[in-house]
């Protein structure tokens, strides 16, 4: 079965600072690994996905992701963190068993970003 | 750009009541997903639709039932409502079964 973990609950962050939210995936066959943005009392806002490719996706808002088949890792990065990037975070894997492809949601990284 | 839309956005029912909650998919969009967040978990999938047939199922109890219509959009039927299914119901669109899924800002249904 198709699974991802977020192992932390929680990431602070100084504002200007890097950020790294990590993810590591468990799937047969290749891995189609999301990430999603959930700000409160709003809905999930796509980040960036990996499908196949480049190793190192870029996505909305200055984001990117390194996927890394050997650790089975696909954390989600920013060079310079913004305290408007304080929100929920959520990895997720796609998961086509049957030819269709509800996500697989990981628990969530809350990020706090600091002034 | 159009995005997905969801209705009700708060809800409120006792128990044992039944509750309808709407999704119209982002225009083109002819692929339906249903997921319920309880307060502090991350999303469980439902349901989905493609074009208008049920395309999987997930945890969804047997109370609840729900469709895709000829225009696309959909609807969750929760009948004899429990406290526990006070969660955050969000509907995802996508373009074919296998392209990203956008999600709308979610139902909150509050079970008293």
């Known amino acids: 079965a198709q699974s991802v973990a977020q192992p932390e609950d929680q990431v602070n962050v100084a504002e200007g600072n890097p950020l790294t939210v990590k993810c590591t995936y468990s799937?047969?066959?290749?891995?189609?690994l999301f990430w999603y943005v959930q700000y409160p009392n709003r809905g999930l806002q796509f980040l960036l996905k990996y499908i196949t490719g480049d190793n190192l996706v870029k996505g909305s808002y200055g984001f990117e992701a390194e996927f890394n088949k050997s650790q089975t890792s696909f954390h989600l990065k920013k060079p310079s963190a913004l305290v408007s990037d304080s929100a929920l975070y959520f990895c997720a894997v796609r998961d086509g068993s049957g030819g269709y492809n509800k996500l697989i949601f990981g628990a969530g990284t809350r990020l706090a970003v600091h002034p | 750009a159009a995005g997905v839309i969801q209705s009700p956005r708060h809800l409120i029912k006792e128990k044992r009541e039944t509750a309808t909650l709407k999704c119209y998919p982002i225009p083109r969009h002819d692929t339906v997903y249903w997921y319920q967040q309880g307060p502090g978990q991350d999303p469980q999938f439902l349901i989905s639709f493609y074009e208008k047939m049920q395309s999987d199922k997930g945890s969804i109890p047997d109370r609840f039932s729900a469709q895709q219509f000829s225009d696309y959009h959909s609807e969750l039927n929760m009948s004899s409502l429990e406290l526990g299914d006070s969660a955050l119901y969000f509907c995802?669109?996508?373009?074919?079964?296998?392209?990203?899924?956008?999600f709308g800002p979610g139902t909150r249904l509050l079970v008293l």
């Open positions: 799937v047969s066959g290749n891995p189609y």
């Open positions: 995802a669109s996508s373009r074919g079964a296998k392209e990203t899924q956008y």
